[in-house]
T-cell receptor, first 116, second 114 residues
Framework: DVKVTQSSRYLVKRTGEKVFLECVQDMDHENMFWYRQDPGLGLRLIYFSYDVKMKEKGDIPEGYSVSREKKERFSLILESASTNQTSMYLC???????????????FGEGSRLTVL | AQSVTQPDIHITVSEGASLELRCNYSYGATPYLFWYVQSPGQGLQLLLKYFSGDTLVQGIKGFEAEFKRSQSSFNLRKPSVHWSDAAEYFCAVGPSGGYQKVTFGTGTKLQVIP
């Protein structure tokens, strides 16, 4: 089975702190994604990556950055956390690479971030 | 731009009753369509998907969905709901533009009462 692991299930941070959310997948998937989930808003795409060192902005990239130094790992970075970034963050991956993707996503269990 | 509308935020059904969750999409070509389920405190799990071919697709846990191009809909159904089906359900459409972008609806929370 595909496994997508998010290192932290729950985090509490203070305004202005730098926050790292880590995601690792074990199925050699080319594509990885970061979504945030908020009640009534569904899932919104922050960033995605279709190859090592490649990244593309999603719908709501402001206030976030990402890093993909290895194929299996995709990190989401909040340079200076703010209270409006309190949310559930979901990492996902899938195979196929650019132009060959089937669309099906495999999700981690999520990281619930609270910014005080 | 692609988009998904789930008009029902919250639905309550009795155990054993039938279920239909609505999903309407906007997409310029033939879409890829998905239904995902999220149990409390968990990530999302794929229930079923439509890429092409037969417009009635079967998924896991006894769910099915029907793609209706004329109505731009992809409604999820189950003939008899079990208490364990209580969860949040998300419809999604994608990909688009040669990239891997899947767009999700806002979700429908299902409550099952005895």
């Amino acid at each position: 089975d595909v496994k997508v692991t998010q290192s932290s299930r729950y985090l509490v941070k203070r305004t202005g702190e730098k926050v790292f959310l880590e995601c690792v997948q074990d199925m050699d998937h080319e594509n990885m994604f970061w979504y945030r989930q908020d009640p009534g808003l569904g899932l919104r795409l922050i960033y995605f990556s279709y190859d090592v060192k490649m990244k593309e902005k999603g719908d709501i990239p402001e206030g976030y950055s990402v890093s993909r130094e290895k194929k299996e790992r995709f990190s989401l970075i909040l340079e200076s956390a703010s209270t409006n970034q309190t949310s559930m963050y979901l990492c996902a991956s899938n195979s196929g690479g650019r132009g060959r993707n089937t669309g099906e996503l495999f999700f981690g269990e999520g990281s619930r971030l609270t910014v005080l | 731009a692609q988009s998904v509308t789930q008009p029902d935020i919250h639905i309550t059904v009795s155990e054993g009753a039938s279920l239909e969750l609505r999903c309407n999409y906007s997409y310029g070509a033939t879409p890829y369509l998905f239904w995902y389920v999220q149990s409390p405190g968990q990530g999302l799990q794929l229930l079923l998907k439509y890429f092409s071919g037969d417009t009635l697709v079967q998924g896991i846990k006894g769910f099915e969905a029907e793609f209706k191009r004329s109505q731009s809909s992809f409604n999820l159904r189950k003939p008899s709901v079990h208490w364990s089906d209580a969860a949040e359900y998300f419809c999604a459409v994608g990909p688009s533009g040669g990239y891997q972008k899947v767009t999700f609806g806002t979700g429908t929370k299902l409550q099952v009462i005895p």
